[in-house]
């Protein structure tokens, strides 16, 4: 432990750290503070340190080699374990901060309702809550935990260093006005619902595999509006414009007070639908940090609550 030679300087070790994380020497320098020309200067003094070639460089860009690649898996853990403990003795007694990104319409119809629980069962956290459809950096260190509707084709895009935690996945049906549906005609099949207008958020993909779990293959482009949030797409569907994907979880008590009906084949029943999953995301340093590990467990028994009162 003496050998000052095993201990290089720690913003080199930053730097490469960064570097490794984020992808590039611009984006490590801008998460640093710092021009990518001093992330450069870091980089190359920590490899002659170590007497090791830490990057290359291709076409694409800057990457790890093998040996820096094997080197940036045990630095990482070290300046995150840095980071919790010093996060850990700079907590105070007092308030703590609560900082949750949450997509708008999961943040609207649903999680709203009961965050007044939260705050009142946590008089000790400040909770700061911001609907939006932007996911966050997390490599910026600018939330402490975000909840996103995560589909299945959608899970390979989530970095190795980020801790999720699915709380909910409710089925998905299609729902319509009681009015659009005495317009509509009979409807056989699922692939009936092909000549119906659909509503779409940001995409036409759900719907796209809403057909293909039911066996039925969708052309290349699907007509209708798109509306991009969930709570707007809804509300376009009670006033008549068309067919919405849902689930409970965004449904309040449209279908209880008739506002919002479910579509069902009258011959072949639909195959139920779970494509994706709400999901509570975090970098692995804040996992257990500060008010998410309340926050976590809070927001899965609420799940868990309704989810039993709401089944299927």
């Not at 970095?159 to 999720?164: A, D």
């Not at 409970?248 to 072949?268: F, N």
Request: charged residues 25%; glycine residues 8%.
């Amino acid at each position: 432990m003496a050998n000052g030679k095993l201990f290089p300087p720690l913003a080199a070790l930053r730097a490469f750290e960064a570097v490794g994380r984020l992808g590039g020497l611009r984006k490590a320098g801008k998460e640093l503070g710092i021009d990518h020309a001093v992330v450069y200067r870091h980089i190359r003094a920590l490899e002659t340190w170590v007497d090791t070639a830490l990057l290359s460089r291709d076409a694409a860009g800057y990457t790890l080699t093998d040996a820096g690649r094997a080197y940036h898996d045990e630095i990482y853990k070290a300046i995150t374990l840095i980071g919790t403990a010093t996060g850990a003795l700079m907590q105070t007694e007092g308030r703590q901060r609560l900082r949750i990104w949450c997509i708008p319409g999961f943040g609207f119809l649903w999680l709203s309702d009961r965050l007044s629980l939260f705050i009142d069962e946590n008089a000790d956290i400040d909770l700061d809550f911001r609907p939006t459809d932007d996911s966050p950096d997390f490599r910026a260190k600018e939330i402490d935990g975000d909840i996103r509707y995560l589909r299945h084709w959608e899970e390979a895009r989530i970095p190795s260093q980020i801790y999720c935690m699915e709380f909910a996945r409710p089925p998905v049906f299609p729902v319509a006005s009681p009015a659009f549906v005495s317009t509509m005609p009979r409807i056989a099949k699922a692939e009936d619902l092909l000549a119906a207008t659909l509503l779409h958020e940001d995409s036409e993909l759900e719907w796209h595999h809403w057909f293909v779990a039911q066996g039925v293959t969708p052309p290349p482009v699907l007509t209708g509006p798109r509306l991009w949030h969930a709570h707007l797409t809804l509300n376009a569907a009670r006033q008549g414009a068309g067919i919405a994907l849902a689930n409970p979880m965004l449904l309040r008590d449209d279908l209880q007070k008739g506002r919002l009906v479910r579509i069902e084949s009258a011959e072949t029943p639909f195959q139920s639908v779970r494509f994706g999953g709400y999901t509570l995301m975090a970098r692995e340093d804040r996992w257990n940090a500060g008010g998410l590990p309340r926050f976590r467990r809070w927001l899965r028994d609420r799940a868990d609550e309704y989810l039993l009162t709401n089944p299927d």
